[in-house]
C-alpha cells in the first residue's frame, strides 16, 4: 500500500474507533497537536477521562483468518501516563473492519516484558496480531480478552 493510502486507512481508524465511544455514550475529541494521543474520552457526567492510542492496520489472509502488522513506539510503551493511556488496534480485512483489541499501555507493557510479544527494533515494537474465528493471538499470547473489552469504559445512557 502507498504512504497516502496509510493516512486514509490511519484516519479512517480514528474515526471508526471514536464512533465507537460515541455509541457507547462517551464524548471524544482529537488533540489539536499528536504527541501520541489520537483520542481523547471524557465522561461527561463527572470529567471521567482517558487517553486512546489507536492503531490501524491492513489485514492479510491466512488460513484461519488474517493478520495484522502494528508498529509502537517502545519510549511511549514505557512511560507511565496519568490516566492511563489505552491502545486501540483494529485492522482493515476483506472490506470490513475487525473487532477492536482495547488494551492499557500498562496492561501491553507486562505483555511485552513477560511475554516477550513483538520484536524490538530500535525505538520501535512490531506486533503481529492473528485473528482466527473468536481468537487473537500476538508472539504465541493469547489476546482474546482483549477483544471489544471496553471494561473501563461502561456504557452511558443518555
Not at 514505557?78 to 480485512?93: D, H, N, S
Amino acid at each position: 500500500m502507498t504512504k497516502r493510502y496509510n493516512l486514509y486507512l490511519g484516519k479512517a481508524g480514528h474515526f471508526h474507533v471514536m464512533a465507537e465511544f460515541l455509541c457507547r455514550g462517551w464524548n471524544v475529541a482529537i488533540p489539536e497537536v499528536d504527541v501520541g494521543d489520537d483520542i481523547f474520552v471524557v465522561r461527561d457526567a463527572d470529567g471521567e477521562f482517558a487517553r486512546v492510542q489507536v492503531k490501524t492496520s491492513t489485514g492479510t489472509a491466512r488460513q484461519n483468518g488474517f493478520s495484522a502488522k502494528f508498529s509502537l513506539s517502545i519510549e511511549q510503551l514505557k512511560q507511565e501516563f496519568r490516566p492511563e493511556l489505552t491502545y486501540v488496534f483494529l485492522a482493515r480485512w476483506n472490506g470490513k473492519w475487525s473487532r477492536l483489541l482495547l488494551i492499557s499501555r500498562q496492561k501491553l507493557l507486562e505483555h511485552f516484558k513477560l511475554n516477550q510479544i513483538g520484536t524490538a527494533y530500535k525505538d520501535n515494537l512490531t506486533l503481529y496480531f492473528s485473528f482466527q474465528s473468536n481468537q487473537v493471538l500476538c508472539s504465541e499470547t493469547d489476546f482474546t480478552a482483549y477483544l471489544d473489552n471496553f471494561s473501563n469504559f461502561p456504557l452511558i445512557e443518555h
